[in-house]
């Protein structure tokens, strides 16, 4: 039903499927939405922006409980759009059937394939020093992470790396959407 009234550019009647207290996490954004306040206006761009007859179509879905699993694609002119697929995960309050939980999960234009595994070998040993310095010197080996305040030289790196692949992903539509 949701899908369906914003598909029909109904924000308000999208919103009336969601709970006061919901969160929702679209990978598309660097944080949650929490609240229905901050969802309205992540329905609000997402209706306001795109054209009439760009829809999500629903291909699979599986529920159980409170739960329900979603693949989906998006169309545009009744044809499927390039790298425009996902899945989402709902969850609903089972007291008032609103949405209280949301993830959806958007394919990446970014397509490394095999090169994928050489990105987590060279990757992975960064972070692991990272989760070390987290952990104190020597990595603690109890599990327990403590909740550290980056420093400013840290948020600076991790800017310039967002920057980064935001570049290459705009460059990246930018040539699928404009090429012959």
Same mark, same amino acid.
């Given at each position: 039903?949701? =899908?369906?009234?914003?598909?029909?550019?109904? +924000?308000?009647?999208?919103?009336?499927?969601?709970?006061?207290?919901? #969160?929702?996490?679209?990978?598309?954004?660097?944080?949650?939405?929490?609240?229905?306040?901050?969802?309205?206006?992540?329905?609000?761009?997402?209706?306001?922006?795109?054209?009439?007859?760009?829809? *999500?179509?629903?291909?699979?879905?599986?529920?159980g409980g409170d739960?329900?699993?979603?693949?989906?694609?998006?169309?545009?002119m009744g044809e499927? *759009?390039?790298?425009?697929?996902?899945?989402?995960? =709902?969850?609903?309050?089972?007291?008032?059937?609103?949405?209280?939980?949301?993830?959806?999960? +958007?394919?990446?234009?970014?397509?490394?394939?095999?090169?994928?595994?050489?990105?987590?070998?060279? +990757?992975?040993?960064? #972070?692991?020093?990272?989760?070390?310095?987290?952990?104190?010197?020597?990595?603690?080996?109890?599990?327990? +992470?403590?909740?550290?305040?980056?420093?400013?030289?840290?948020?600076?790196?991790?800017?310039? #790396?967002?920057?980064?692949?935001?570049?290459?992903?705009?460059? =990246?539509?930018?040539?699928?959407?404009?090429?012959?």
């Amino acid at each position: 039903e949701m =899908y369906e009234r914003i598909n029909a550019r109904d +924000v308000d009647g999208a919103l009336a499927c969601v709970d006061e207290n919901v #969160v929702y996490e679209d990978f598309n954004f660097p944080a949650p939405f929490r609240g229905k306040a901050a969802v309205k206006k992540l329905f609000e761009e997402s209706c306001e922006g795109i054209p009439d007859d760009l829809t *999500f179509v629903i291909d699979a879905s599986t529920c159980g409980g409170d739960a329900v699993g979603l693949t989906w694609h998006v169309e545009l002119m009744g044809e499927a *759009f390039p790298n425009a697929r996902g899945c989402s995960f =709902y969850r609903v309050d089972e007291t008032n059937g609103k949405l209280v939980y949301a993830r959806d999960c +958007v394919e990446s234009p970014l397509k490394p394939g095999e090169a994928s595994f050489g990105i987590i070998r060279l +990757v992975a040993p960064l #972070v692991k020093k990272q989760i070390a310095a987290k952990r104190g010197e020597g990595g603690g080996g109890d599990g327990a +992470v403590e909740t550290a305040k980056s420093s400013s030289s840290d948020a600076g790196g991790n800017a310039l #790396v967002s920057a980064a692949f935001w570049l290459a992903g705009a460059a =990246y539509w930018y040539v699928l959407l404009l090429s012959p």
